[in-house]
């Protein structure tokens, strides 16, 4: 898979004022290299059809910022949607200078026709931002549409893992593997609970040590707990851990209830909260929906996240309640 580009596309034409575009256009070159240096950009304004279709023919993009630097008409946005279905950013430059006379840009006139294609083309959705380049609402949305198609690409060598099957009436999170590779590109695998719970009891309490120590280090508490079920919460971090290890996981989903309690003896909260730690979305339930908006909001935020229940909603305070058994991540 190439690596993850994003591409400037700053159209216009030529009978408006070229000294103000181009003024707009280095600024945005320079706002854009600094949010993602591995932004391609043109080296001149892109002020004709041809020079357009020249700057796109080699192009793989992940990302588009098109940009009206001057009015543009339709054409222009339909030669860039015939070629590509990579999300778009539709930035429209504020008018540098209101006096009466001459329009310098008239790029928001441009943006009309721009979004007005984009629909037309089965109703692509696209981001919008206003403004000129060093405006902070313009670089909170550039870098929201960069950070948002940069995890849409990573989606696509995601492999996630179904451990058991939702307990009745929890359907919503039940997934096939042909939806989620339609849908999202995701590889998805499954695996029964019990060849897991088999794996864990095979191992010796000397194998699962080095999962214990980590469990006690991150929790408080773990020493009250019985210690057989300590031992054995090692062996299950160990099986989740090495299948993940060996089978590329990036995000699980695991049936808890009632087989880890009836078959094992030892339910897989905590494994999951440790998981969570380790940089693999674990969301219980085996909801597999639920493990991969985590794995989402893992790739953007660059922490783990907390999958839980709202479970209180307290009108007074504004404020929601959630909750769950303990696959929460640890606090540092």
């Given at each position: 898979?190439?690596?993850?580009?994003?591409?400037?596309?700053?159209?216009?034409?030529?009978?408006?004022?070229?000294?103000?575009?181009?003024d707009?256009?280095?600024?945005s070159?320079?706002?854009?290299?600094?949010?993602?240096?591995?932004?391609?950009?043109?080296?001149?304004m892109?002020?004709?059809?041809?020079?357009?279709?020249?700057?796109l023919?080699?192009?793989?993009?992940?990302?588009?910022?098109?940009?009206?630097l001057?009015?543009?008409?339709?054409?222009?946005?339909?030669?860039v949607?015939?070629?590509?279905?990579?999300?778009?950013?539709?930035?429209?430059?504020?008018?540098?200078v209101?006096?009466?006379?001459?329009?310098?840009?008239?790029?928001?006139t441009?943006?009309?026709?721009?979004?007005?294609?984009?629909?037309?083309?089965?109703g692509r959705?696209?981001?919008?931002?206003?403004?000129?380049?060093?405006?902070d609402?313009?670089?909170?949305?550039?870098r929201?549409?960069?950070?948002?198609?940069?995890?849409?690409?990573?989606?696509?060598?995601?492999?996630m893992?179904?451990?058991?099957?939702?307990?009745?009436g929890?359907?919503?999170?039940?997934?096939?593997?042909?939806?989620?590779?339609?849908?999202?590109?995701?590889?998805?695998?499954?695996?029964e609970?019990?060849?897991?719970?088999?794996?864990?009891?095979?191992?010796?309490?000397?194998?699962?040590?080095?999962y214990?120590?980590?469990?006690?280090?991150?929790?408080?508490?773990?020493?009250?707990?019985?210690?057989?079920?300590?031992?054995?919460?090692?062996?299950?971090?160990?099986a989740?851990?090495d299948?993940a290890?060996a089978?590329?996981?990036?995000?699980?989903?695991?049936?808890c209830?009632?087989?880890?309690?009836?078959?094992?003896?030892?339910?897989?909260?905590?494994?999951?909260?440790?998981?969570?730690?380790?940089?693999?979305?674990?969301?219980?339930?085996?909801?597999?929906?639920?493990?991969l908006?985590?794995?989402?909001?893992?790739?953007?935020?660059?922490?783990?996240?907390?999958f839980?229940?709202?479970?209180?909603?307290d009108e007074?305070?504004?404020?929601?309640t959630?909750?769950?058994?303990?696959?929460?991540?640890?606090?540092?």
């Open positions: 898979m190439h690596p993850f580009t994003p591409v400037y596309i700053p159209v216009g034409v030529p009978t408006f004022h070229l000294e103000s575009a181009r707009q256009f280095e600024r070159i320079r706002v854009l290299k600094s949010i993602d240096a591995g932004f391609v950009c043109p080296e001149e892109l002020l004709s059809l041809d020079k357009l279709r020249a700057y023919d080699p192009l793989q993009p992940d990302l588009i910022v098109f940009q009206n001057t009015f543009a008409n339709a054409a222009y946005m339909s030669e949607l015939r070629r590509f279905t990579c999300p778009v950013l539709l930035w429209t430059l504020r008018e540098p209101i006096d009466g006379g001459r329009l310098r840009l008239n790029s928001l441009g943006a009309y026709s721009a979004a007005n294609t984009l629909r037309a083309f089965g959705a696209f981001a919008y931002t206003f403004g000129a380049p060093e405006e609402e313009v670089g909170s949305a550039l929201a549409s960069v950070a948002a198609a940069r995890v849409k690409k990573e989606m696509r060598s995601l492999k893992a179904a451990i058991g099957h939702t307990p009745q929890f359907g919503f999170g039940r997934a096939l593997d042909g939806e989620l590779m339609q849908a999202f590109g995701v590889e998805l695998e499954a695996i609970a019990r060849e897991l719970i088999d794996r864990a009891k095979g191992y010796t309490d000397e194998e699962c040590a080095a214990l120590e980590k469990t006690a280090c991150a929790t408080c508490g773990l020493e009250k707990t019985p210690e057989r079920n300590r031992l054995d919460h090692a062996r299950l971090y160990k989740y851990s299948y290890q089978n590329g996981i990036g995000a699980l989903a695991s049936r209830w009632p087989d880890f309690f009836t078959a094992f003896g030892t339910p897989v909260c905590t494994v999951l909260s440790l998981l969570n730690d380790d940089g693999v979305a674990a969301a219980c339930e085996a909801d597999i929906y639920g493990a908006s985590m794995w989402v909001g893992m790739r953007l935020s660059g922490e783990p996240v907390f839980g229940d709202p479970v209180s909603l007074g305070e504004n404020s929601l959630f909750w769950h058994c303990g696959a929460a991540a640890c606090p540092p």
